[in-house]
């Protein structure tokens, strides 16, 4: 491609993704005196996952509420392999984040108490504290209205329909990323200083049906990093989460378990059953049932299905039958803003014609958040210099199983980070030289798939419906060696020659799925490698990180983290490291399980 | 097994190839428990034409993207029942990008949708 036709945008700082972490970096970047640009794959700040997030926010904001304690959960809940000085820096930055958020809606962008502070409620489980902060059952639409709003005032550039191919490195810096514009089909280099990763988690990786997430959650940008020589960690912790699996109801995807459903009148009234009728929670947290953390209901869930005594579409039975009546509209109704809101959960069930409290819900489980990522300091910075990791995209925050309502808060919490940090980069640097080269060879492999019209051959769609089923049945819930090894074997394969004899029967330029798909596919396939390969290094179980072959959790050898990098040679090498600890000794805390007192 | 189908006609024009018209296409899709448009424009597309262009995102009624015009009415597609005889087309007042996908912008974050989905 001649120079000439070549299109380039520049800027200091460039932004890849407009959720909460996106949004919240590109505000700090650009209020840091940055030239900041935000890109999007799909509507912006309509897409990825923060917009879907229900419930809750959590923050350290309570009366009986430290930003120590917040830690501490976290750390208690991640199993003690979550990076501690990361943990620690957003549960004590968590507080002054949301008062600005609060802010930019006007002191209405999350719910107050009569007294004018938030209304806080109870997280999902693991919490010791009452620390959610929340807008209803809309929590996650109003953060993004809120980040609209502040991104719109402050006139932040932005760009949708860009779909990010690669990541420009030039000489171990960081020089930029390139696009495809899906509205135009054509080719756009970006150079910039500094690149925010603020690309979301990677849950679309496995089928559809089975996974809670947006569409644009990829999983892409975790590949396109390593390719870049990022290093990679926990990738292993893949969330499941209890979900419903009722083809009525489509409206909502995360169940019950995330909404207040601890609150006493439910636990006491609620119950989970298996298909036989039977309550199953005793036998795997008696002490906590409702209360328990999502990896162990996740998996209580997924073992009743699988000793065949699961629900016709493949799940349980939250029953809330016996609760009373007007508690259930209060939870799920008034409580979520009644009028106000008109799409409460309630609404949204009937409007299926689902009453809550006539029918158990079935539930199953879906793969809903990816712990694992880019690895980064506490600046946010990878070990690319000039790269920034924020949000789901990056790693190494939530060790082995997330708390409830710590997404958000971590998101939004060290987007800002990196958005100030890479600010500050950017006005110490000049721009590294143009890698003319790179630019011209992604460019080719990229318009390959329209230029090269083989007459037969298999679609890329194929191929990644392919990938999502073997995800499911080979590194999804419950793992071991032998799956593993063949579903290592299966990415290898699919990449180096299934896709390289692939073809893209479809011609239009503009929004074109499967040329999208043929683009994002071999980086798909490396994230998908690094999740078994990860899996397969960790040989114990532990909270999101369930083996069949190695069931117990091994304290004594695996209070680690698994990093992954790509070598010269394009293979890959893991390394584990002992976890980095600032203040709780895991091995003092590690069989702790906080819960509430109701 | 069932072999229920659904037959219904979507709205095609690539005004990236110079169409200034736009045609019907239809398509037949098989039935199952719960399907939604967005399903069935779905299924087109992984398995019957991998041209078809679609857009959504969350698929549970918060992003809005998914809007499409359903016998004239705006809908959002991953929530309504898909019907025989449905005829779909893209939603009007923004720019086309192709068959059911248009460039939402910034008109998007309308003040109305703002307020209709926010204030008390
Ligand atoms: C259904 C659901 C409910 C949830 N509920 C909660 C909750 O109640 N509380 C909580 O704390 N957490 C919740 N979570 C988790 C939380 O929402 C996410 O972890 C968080 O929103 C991720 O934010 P993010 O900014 O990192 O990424 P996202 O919000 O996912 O944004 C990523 C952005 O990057 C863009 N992008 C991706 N790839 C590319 C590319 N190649 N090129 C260009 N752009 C790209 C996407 O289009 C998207 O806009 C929930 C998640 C789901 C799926
Ligand atoms: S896909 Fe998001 S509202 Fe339909």
């Not at chain 1, 959590?58 to 003690?80: K, Q």
């Not at chain 1, 997330?402 to 971590?410: F, I, M, Q």
């Not at chain 1, 117990?552 to 209070?559: Q, V």
Request: hydrophobic share 35%; proline share 4%.
């Amino acid at each position: 491609m001649s120079s000439k036709t070549l299109h380039i945008v520049e800027a200091d700082v460039i932004v890849v993704g407009s959720g909460g972490a996106g949004s919240e970096a590109a505000i700090h970047a650009k209020q840091n005196g940055a030239k900041v640009l935000i890109l999007d794959r799909g509507t912006f700040g309509r897409s990825g996952a923060t917009i879907t997030a229900g419930h809750t926010c959590t923050a350290a904001v309570g009366d009986d509420d430290t930003p120590e304690l917040h830690f501490r959960d976290t750390v208690i809940g991640g199993y003690c392999i979550a990076d501690q000085r990361l943990v620690e820096l957003y549960a004590r930055e968590a507080p002054e984040c949301l008062y600005e958020l609060d802010g930019w809606g006007d002191g209405k962008t999350l719910r107050k108490n009569e007294n004018g502070k938030f209304d806080l409620v109870w997280p999902p489980g693991g919490h010791s504290r009452k620390r959610s902060v929340h807008y209803g059952f809309l929590t996650g639409p109003r953060i993004l209205w809120a980040l609209r709003r502040e991104i719109d005032r402050k006139r932040v550039p932005w760009m949708e329909n860009i779909l990010v191919t690669s990541l420009l490195v030039e000489g171990g810096r960081v020089a930029g990323v390139t696009g495809l514009d899906w509205k135009t089909g054509k080719f756009i280099v970006f150079k910039s200083k500094a690149v925010i990763l603020a690309a979301g988690g990677f849950a679309g990786l496995w089928p559809s049906r089975l996974n809670t997430t947006a569409v644009e959650c990829a999983g892409d940008v975790h590949g396109m990093a390593f390719e870049a020589g990022a290093e990679m960690v926990d990738m292993e912790f893949v969330q499941f989460i209890p979900a419903q699996v009722d083809p009525r109801i489509t409206h909502i995807n995360v169940t019950l378990t995330n909404f207040p459903a601890w609150r006493p009148n439910i636990r006491e009234h609620g119950k989970f059953l298996n298909a036989e009728g039977m309550e199953f929670m005793g036998k795997y947290d008696d002490a906590r049932r409702w209360n328990t953390t999502r990896d162990i209901l996740a998996l209580a869930i997924y073992n009743e299905v699988t000793a065949g005594r699961g629900s016709p579409h493949g799940g349980c039975y939250i029953d809330l039958t016996s609760v009373p009546k007007d508690v259930i509209d209060y939870e799920f109704n008034k409580f979520q803003g009644g009028k106000s809101i008109p799409k409460s959960y309630l609404r949204r069930c009937e409007s299926v014609g689902f009453d809550l409290s006539r029918e158990p819900m079935e539930t199953g489980v879906k793969a809903h958040f990816t712990g694992g990522g880019l690895r980064t300091s506490v600046d946010m910075m990878s070990t690319i210099e000039g790269l920034y990791a924020a949000g789901e995209t990056q790693g190494g925050v939530h060790g082995a199983n997330r708390l409830g309502g710590n997404a958000l808060t971590h998101v939004l919490t060290l987007g800002r980070v990196a958005g100030r940090e890479a600010a500050a980069f950017a006005s110490k640097t000049s721009h590294v030289s143009f890698p003319k080269k790179k630019v011209d060879a992604e460019h080719r492999r990229i318009v390959r798939w329209m230029e090269n019209k083989n007459k037969t051959g298999e679609s890329p769609v194929r191929i990644r419906q392919r990938m999502q089923e073997i995800m499911w049945q080979k590194v999804g819930i419950l793992r071991n060696e032998k799956d593993l090894k063949a579903a290592l074997d299966w990415f290898a394969e699919a990449k180096n020659e299934r896709l390289q004899k692939a073809r893209v029967g479809s011609s239009p330029r503009t929004f074109n799925l499967e040329w999208a798909t043929a683009i994002i596919l071999p980086h798909q396939l490396d994230t998908c490698m690094l999740v078994a390969r990860a899996a397969l290094e960790r040989t114990e179980s532990r909270g999101n990180h369930h083996r069949d072959d190695c069931q117990a959790i091994d304290n004594e050898h695996w209070l680690k983290n698994v990093y992954l990098w790509r070598t010269g040679t394009g293979s890959v090498s893991s390394r584990t490291e002992p976890v980095h600890v600032t203040t709780v000794d895991p091995k003092g805390v590690i069989d702790e399980r906080p819960d509430i007192t109701v | 097994m069932n072999d229920r189908t659904l037959r219904f006609k979507v709205y095609r024009r690539d005004p990236g190839a110079r169409e200034t018209e736009g045609r019907f296409q239809e398509y037949t899709v098989p039935w199952w428990e719960g399907i939604k448009l967005l399903d069935g424009l779905r299924y087109i597309q992984e398995e019957v034409d991998y041209s078809l262009a679609v857009r959504w995102s969350c698929r549970i009624e918060d992003c809005r993207t998914c809007q499409m015009r359903v016998n004239g009415k705006v809908v959002l597609s991953c929530q309504v029942p898909l019907e025989d005889n449905m005829v779909v087309e893209p939603v009007p007042r923004y720019r086309l990008i192709r068959d059911l996908v248009v460039e939402f912008g910034e008109k998007m974050e309308s003040s109305e949708y703002a307020k209709n989905e926010f204030e008390i």
